[in-house]
Structures are given as C-alpha cells and as structure tokens.
C-alpha cells in the first residue's frame, strides 16, 4: 500500500478509537468539564473521519488506492 493511502487508512483507524474513548469517557464523567472535553473529542474525531473519507474516495476516484 502506497504510504499516503496507508496514512489515511491509519487516520480511519485513529477516529474509531477517538470516538470510542469519548463514548467510553462521557459515560465514566463526573462533571460537566470532562462531558465538554469528551464532546470535543468526538466532534473532532468525526470531522477529522469526514475528511479522511472524502480523501479516500479521491483516491479510489483517481485509481490511486491500492
């Protein structure tokens, strides 16, 4: 696999587990401070998902994902 599509694929593999510690820490959380951490933290991991995803299907688009 070409480095910049294996660099995309480890980005994909990052936001799961982005998202599932801010599932896992919204459901632990004590106080409203962690809850707005947390929520930053998934909406950072979706946002960042989107573009990875966007940038994925440029790729295969172009042939350029092997």
Known sequence: MK????NIKKT????EKMIALADLGDKDR??????VLYGILRDSAYRIKK??????????????WD
């Open 51 to 64: 573009i990875a995803e966007s940038e994925k299907k440029t790729h295969e688009d172009k042939g350029k």
């Open 3 to 6: 480095a910049c599509n294996n």
């Open 12 to 15: 994909l593999t990052l936001v």
């Open 30 to 35: 004590e106080d409203t401070g962690c809850g």
